[in-house]
């Protein structure tokens, strides 16, 4: 974020209303001085699990930022540092409520998972994409009960966790 930027509102994304959210990323967005986001495959993530497909994208942030800025904050996560050992990045835990920078990273990151989640609900209607937004709620599950699994949308180890038994199909 630049400098002088002290939007608002700015905290926690969840913590903020949808609408709220939608609001402030306009702004963080007009105030950022850089902005990335990496998405990471589903199959990658079933294959090295969750915590290390973030750890992944992050890393690959934090080789871009290394160019634009002296020090990168994360949110709790761990093991950058010990693979940029010439950058300062510090790990904050809770950091989303207690670093500016941080929150208005998890609003920019809420709201592009969001839309995402409303693209989903274009191309796949039925599953109720734009309510849960992907998230493994009991309209999701049944969803996906009835409708089968999205091949390259559900996780195959999500898919496990909830009982493999039913899946009927794959897009």
Known sequence: MKKESNILGVK????????????????????A??????????????????L??????????????EEKSSVCLVDAVKGLEAKNPEYNILPIIKGDDTSYSIACASIVAKVYRDNLMEKYEEKFPGYGFSKHKGY????????????????GVHRKVFLRKINNTWIKKVL
């Open 12 to 31: 926690d994304s969840k913590k903020i209303t949808e609408k709220n959210r939608n609001i402030l990323n306009e702004k963080i967005l007009e105030d």
């Open 52 to 65: 290390n497909a973030t750890k992944k994208a992050m890393q690959e942030i934090v080789e871009e930022l």
């Open 136 to 151: 493994g709620t009991k309209a999701h599950i049944e969803a996906i009960k009835n409708k089968g699994a999205i091949e």
């Open 33 to 50: 001085e850089y902005v990335s986001i990496k998405e990471v495959d589903v199959s990658i993530i079933d294959e090295i699990n969750i």
